[in-house]
Nanobody
């Protein structure tokens, strides 16, 4: 069965960095686009970044452009999000999600999330 397990969250200082990982199993990882989505405390879901199956196309929401880098290692079935220049507004539960391109970019499987807290 499909499993997505995020890791790498924790406490970071403003201006600091964190690297999130998402370990995928139960499906052909290299055949699927993937996304990162986050949810700040008390807020709704916000799509953060997406990457095509072969990393040929990469997208970011405006608020993280220039600070976050999405990548993937298909040989390791792992998705990454390198986050730099963190600020308090980046505090959120970060999810990775599988993307079904042929079904209209539906995100059909999600991990449980990893919490990122940016604070002094």
């Amino acid at each position: 069965q499909v499993q997505l397990v995020e890791s790498g969250g924790g406490l970071a200082q403003p201006g600091g960095s964190l690297r999130l990982s998402c370990a995928a199993s139960g499906f052909s990882f290299s055949s699927f686009a993937m996304s990162w989505v986050r949810q700040a405390p008390g807020k709704g879901l916000e799509w953060v970044s997406g990457i095509e199956s072969d990393a040929s196309d990469i997208y970011y929401t405006d608020s993280v452009k220039g600070r976050f880098t999405i990548s993937r290692d298909n040989a390791k079935n792992t998705l990454y999000l390198q986050m730099s220049s963190l600020n308090a507004e980046d505090t959120a539960l970060y999810y990775c999600a599988r993307v079904l391109v042929a079904r209209g970019y539906v995100m059909d499987y999600w991990g449980k999330g990893t919490l990122v807290t940016v604070s002094l």
